[in-house]
């Protein structure tokens, strides 16, 4: 604390009565990775599992599934980098359970990205990013494409990205899911990372007089 000399009337007069001032703001942290998946599981590499072209309708480990598998990139027709396995779907989805990703809802920036080819072209999908209980679904952010041709899984990406703010406290908690769709033909992915950066911590003001 702070000590000031005032004048009054000839004399010196020292007071304590200065204001203090503390602040804390918080300091952004690194955002970190808190999911991936590049269906490595179960591994399909060998026949009566998958057919000639390394296509199956396996169910990847940790998701539910709705007309779609797993192919591997036996017959080199895929085209990916991260491993040697692709999740896919063809007028269908997935969706991640608890067992692929436990992560649940906090205050922050979640940013989810993924890499994305067809087998049939054109072909379209949607991934959504969603907060979920066994009695609801909230989805938090979607990114979609329409007409994709793009055969070379290394060569196209997407993201979304989703903040929390004060209408979301009461999803706060909830697991949080990813799901992808489509409509027509058959689009396959590959590499889905989540991301997430903690909210900094609200500022704190104190006066002390």
């Not at 900094?200 to 003001?205: A, F, I, L, N």
Request: aromatic share 12%.
């Amino acid at each position: 604390m702070n000590a000031r000399n005032y004048k009054v009337t000839g004399s010196t007069v020292l007071t304590f009565s200065t204001l203090v001032f503390f602040a804390c703001f918080g300091i952004p942290a690194n955002a970190a990775n808190i999911w991936s998946e590049s269906f490595e599981s179960p591994d399909i590499s060998e026949p009566p599992i998958s057919d000639a072209d390394g296509y199956s309708s396996s169910e990847p480990t940790g998701w539910d599934m709705s007309n779609g598998g797993i192919s591997d990139n036996r017959p080199g027709d895929i085209n990916t980098p991260f491993g040697d396995q692709v999740g896919w779907t063809n007028g269908g989805g997935m969706e991640t359970t608890t067992n692929a990703l436990s992560e649940v809802l906090q205050e922050g920036t979640y940013t989810l990205t993924f890499n994305v080819s067809v087998r049939s072209a054109p072909a379209d999908y949607t991934v959504n990013l969603k907060a979920v209980t066994a009695s609801s679904t909230n989805v938090l952010g979607t990114v979609s494409d329409s007409g994709l041709t793009n055969t070379d899984m290394s060569s196209y990406s997407n993201s979304l990205s989703f903040t929390t703010d004060g209408s979301h406290a009461a999803l706060l908690g909830q697991t949080i899911s990813v799901q992808f769709t489509c409509t027509d033909f058959q689009p396959q992915f590959d590499n889905f990372q989540l991301d997430f950066e903690p909210a900094p911590p609200s500022g704190t003001v104190f006066y002390i007089r």
